[in-house]
């Protein structure tokens, strides 16, 4: 059995959540997140958890969240930084402003700092292209990045 399980809050909104999606197949996501919002990533322990609550396999519930970029499935710095790599953003300077952020925090994309603080991720399209260059900052996005904007935002946030 699954050492992961809703806290007493996430229950409660799980319990409502059963109400508002009478079909099953309907709550994985909300599942999902619920999950990412307690623990800030899904572990494949709580993926056998929502599993056997939704009465599904553990697979299932694997295959819904790997295909998501939107779910975590490993820990993240307390500051997840998400950088856009499609054309809009390259083309208006996104690798600059990459590579600015690998310096400066000493990680690469993927890659979370040894002090927990930040993560770098680079993803597909925010969709956010007219604010090209465009990152995200804890899910709060961030447009027309320059190089002086991420030492701002990053000597902020250390």
């Known amino acids: 059995m699954s050492e992961f399980k809703f806290d007493e809050e996430n229950e409660k909104k799980f319990q409502k959540l059963i109400q508002k999606y009478p079909k099953i197949d309907s709550l994985t996501l909300p599942s999902l997140w619920l999950i990412q919002e307690q623990e800030g990533w899904i572990s494949l322990d709580a993926m056998k958890y929502i599993a056997s609550r939704l009465g599904k396999s553990a697979a299932d519930i694997y295959s819904i969240a790997t295909f998501y970029t939107m779910f975590k499935l490993k820990p993240t710095g307390k500051y997840h930084i998400c950088i856009c790599k499609t054309a809009s953003c390259k083309l208006c300077g996104s690798g600059n402003i990459k590579e ?4 400066r925090l000493g990680i690469k994309p993927g890659e ?6 930040f993560t770098i991720e680079e993803v597909e ?3 956010a292209c007219a604010d090209a260059p465009v990152m995200s900052l804890n899910d709060k996005y961030i447009g027309q990045l320059s190089i002086e904007k991420i030492e701002k935002i990053i000597n902020e946030l250390e």
């Open 125 to 127: 399209c925010l969709g």
């Open 112 to 117: 979370t700092t040894k002090d927990g603080k």
């Open 100 to 103: 600015k952020l690998e310096q």
